[in-house]
């Protein structure tokens, strides 16, 4: 079972962001739902990510983030996603990453936390092995 939910960003309560990133939201059979990021993850887009994954990690058994689509991540968007495992981890629940850009492959090699996270090859892999 899977439907797909566009989330949208840039709402009143915070800056327009949606130009410069969007979410997916697909959720699968078994608890896993996988997030699509498409676009820059920055200081200014960083928060709306961290909210994002937030609110879907407490219904997930598996919060797969895929960020094949990311042109840039920066620091601000690694601490979101440290952020959302240790909430992951401390919701029982597990976070994958899909990297498949080279922006974000950098970015974890550079800063030595691709080792912290679970990373699969692509979403089909991430779900096969939840």
Do not use: Y
């Amino acid at each position: 079972m899977s439907s797909e939910t566009p989330t949208g960003v840039g709402d009143e309560q915070g800056p327009d962001v949606g130009e410069v990133v969007r979410f997916e939201v697909v959720e699968h059979s078994g608890g896993a739902i996988v997030v699509h990021v498409h676009g820059e993850i920055d200081t200014m887009t960083a928060p709306v990510l961290s909210e994002q994954l937030a609110e879907k990690i407490p219904s997930a058994a598996l919060l797969v983030v895929d960020l094949t689509r990311v042109t840039f991540l920066g620091s601000a968007g690694l601490a979101a996603l440290v952020e959302a495992k240790a909430k992951a981890e401390g919701a029982d629940s597990r976070l994958r990453l899909v990297c498949g850009s080279h922006a974000v492959t950098r970015a974890l090699e550079a800063t030595n936390l691709m080792s912290l996270f679970d990373v699969a090859d692509g979403v089909p892999e991430a779900l096969r092995t939840a």
